[in-house]
């Protein structure tokens, strides 16, 4: 049985920093891309970041650029997602998601329940 379970979500405040974790298992982790997303209250559940099966590409949203980073440990069968300079509009649940294709676009991006794999989420609140 394949499971995706996000961890490192909380409070944080505007300005600061977060690593959001996601653990595999029940999949051969190295063959897969992964993938974040996240769904604000009342908004669809949208793009963040991908990265390849070996790590060696990424791509991500424009609302994050320059403000994340995704990387992976496939030793560990896990995916991070670095979130520096936090904004309220990074107020979200995160989902991390698992499929063997890595899909470089950022714009015309599969959507979540496209992904062949996807974990429940964790929440992460942005406050002043």
């Known amino acids: 049985q394949v499971q995706l379970v996000e961890s490192g979500g909380g409070l944080v405040q505007v300005g600061d920093s977060l690593r959001l974790s996601c653990a595999a298992s029940?999949?051969?982790?190295?063959?897969?891309?992964m993938g974040w997303f996240r769904q604000a209250p009342g908004a669809e559940r949208e793009f963040v970041a991908a990265?390849?099966?070996?790590?060696?590409?990424?791509s991500y949203a424009d609302s994050v650029k320059g403000r994340s980073t995704i990387s992976r440990d496939n030793a560990k069968n896990t995916v991070y997602l670095q979130m520096n300079s936090l904004k309220f509009e990074d107020t979200a649940v995160y989902y991390c998601?698992?499929?063997?294709?890595?899909?470089?676009?950022?714009?015309?991006?599969?959507?979540?329940?496209?992904?062949?794999?996807r974990g429940q989420g964790t929440q992460v609140t942005v406050s002043s």
């Open positions: 029940g999949l051969t982790f190295s063959s897969y891309a």
């Open positions: 998601a698992a499929d063997p294709t890595y899909y470089s676009g950022a714009m015309y991006h599969p959507s979540f329940y496209e992904y062949e794999y």
């Open positions: 990265i390849s099966w070996s790590g060696d590409r990424v």
